[in-house]
């Protein structure tokens, strides 16, 4: 495709004309740079060299994001959607192509949440964040809940459109998993759903990472059951040789436990703390910890029997007797700074390396997880002509993250964007075509 000529001043134009006043932030609006900071959750991007954005488009309604789109393809300046801007690498606010000016659209505005009991279902916009999903549900029914991640302030666009894993993944999956239907803005600025867009597509917003394919507005959800009841418990172990058993033992217990049990371990400087969320009661617990892992001493003691609902208040904030509405608190203000590293393990680390620093991330051929981005890996390239970015050098990043699944997403990407309109340092490139 022939690249269209930058004109940020029709852009903004273009913006001025369709769009109501009042969500349109340009760089010399009193309010930019509050809206700009809203979200930004890493402070690592928020200084004098961080390139910003030329505008912000704080959408509404579906028909504001439409607008923004296509006032981007007109006038060749890019726009990339931020949902809960909690982005690892702040890709969502942030371009490190100093030469193209780009736009932002903002979803947090849109944030709606209708839950439906009776088919246990639940349409939410982009801009929620998953305290205000749990909220939602939880507000409807004690009994129905939703398998996506622990952070509350994360963002429903960007943490589903990279599959988003929470304390009931061995039950029911990654968030994602659970979507059956999707609103979503294409690159020609059209408004399409599951059938509109068809199942290439619907299957790589789900996974595929949030930038590529297109803005999703909103997603349809399929709720799961909880217990009445659910049980937590937090136990501590000295980082000492003790600790390096229970560790190497872990690995082997946590993946053989029942599926309404996760076991999950931070390791802090000298501190091993082993987590659990059990969806049923105590003596559940402590039976199946007795039977697969003595060694470890969990007792009665060491329980919490709980609604749903407050074992994600007490994941999310570590404590019991949380008012329910710290989940509604989307935080204003970058708080700190932070650099993300992943890394999918495939055999289990040896004692020894245990009892060593922590020095066998990142070895070759890791398996990184695209929402918990990391620019380290590579980032795209671009010829001159103003074609999409090049899928060999994409292929380094872009098969940690998805492995073989990386060539059918670039293969969606050239049949939905093959300008590469949606683009940001690790989107997904068009596939050439062959020859
Ligand atoms: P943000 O708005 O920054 O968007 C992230 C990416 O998606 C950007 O490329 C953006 O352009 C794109 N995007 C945003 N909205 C879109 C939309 N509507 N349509 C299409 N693309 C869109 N993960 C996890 O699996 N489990 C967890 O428990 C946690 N916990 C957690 C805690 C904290 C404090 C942080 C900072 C992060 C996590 N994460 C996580 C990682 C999180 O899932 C990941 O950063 C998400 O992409 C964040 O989504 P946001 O909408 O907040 O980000």
């Not at 931020?82 to 193209?100: F, I, P, T």
Request: hydrophobic residues 40%.
């Amino acid at each position: 495709a022939a690249a269209t000529s930058v004109n940020t001043t029709d852009f903004v134009g273009c913006l001025a004309l369709h769009l109501p006043p009042g969500i349109v932030y340009t760089q010399s609006s009193e309010s930019y740079p509050s809206v700009l900071e809203f979200s930004i959750k890493n402070l690592r991007f928020v200084t004098p060299a961080t390139p910003t954005p030329l505008v912000i488009v704080k959408a509404t309604h579906a028909t504001h994001v439409r607008i923004a789109v296509r006032c981007g393809a007109a006038h060749g300046v890019r726009v990339r959607p931020r949902s809960g801007g909690h982005d690892y690498e702040g890709l969502s606010y942030r371009s490190l192509d100093a030469a193209h000016p780009f736009a932002i659209v903002d979803l947090a505005a849109l944030r709606a949440i209708r839950v439906d009991v009776r088919s246990r279902s639940a349409w939410v916009e982009s801009g929620a964040t998953l305290g205000e999903l749990y909220y939602g549900i939880a507000n409807k029914s004690a009994r129905l809940g939703f398998p996506a991640g622990v952070g509350p302030t994360v963002g429903v666009g960007g943490h589903f459109s990279g599959g988003g894993f929470g304390l009931m993944l061995r039950k029911y999956g990654l968030a994602a998993d659970r979507v059956v239907d999707a609103v979503m803005v294409d690159a020609k600025g059209r408004l399409l759903d599951r059938a509109a867009m068809g199942e290439d597509h619907f299957w790589a917003i789900r996974g595929g990472g949030g930038g590529s394919f297109g803005i999703v507005v909103s997603w349809k959800l399929q709720l799961v059951r909880v217990p009445a009841i659910v049980t937590v418990f937090t136990v501590h172990r000295p980082r000492n040789q003790s600790a390096s058993d229970l560790l190497t033992k872990w690995q082997n217990v946590a993946p053989a436990l029942p599926r309404d049990m996760i076991l999950r371990v931070v390791v802090q400087n000298q501190d091993a703390q082993f987590e659990s969320l059990y969806l049923g009661r105590c003596a559940g617990v402590v039976a199946t910890m007795t039977k697969m892992f003595p060694e470890l001493g969990v007792t009665r003691r060491d329980c919490i029997e709980m609604s749903w609902i407050e074992s994600v208040l007490y994941f999310a904030f570590y404590g019991t007797g949380k008012p329910k509405e710290m989940l509604l608190d989307r935080g204003t203000k970058p708080d700190r700074y932070f650099k993300g590293k992943s890394d999918f393990v495939h055999e289990p680390i040896p004692r020894d390396v245990w009892e060593s620093t922590s020095s066998w991330f990142l070895e070759d051929g890791a398996g990184a997880y695209v929402n918990y981005k990391d620019l380290d890996l590579g980032v795209n390239e671009y010829g001159g002509d103003g074609a999409g970015a090049s899928y060999e050098t994409a292929r380094v990043w872009g098969e940690a993250y998805f492995k073989d699944n990386f060539e059918r997403l670039a293969a969606v990407k050239a049949m939905v964007d093959p300008a590469d309109f949606f683009r940001n340092e690790q989107s997904i490139p068009p596939l050439p075509l062959p020859g």
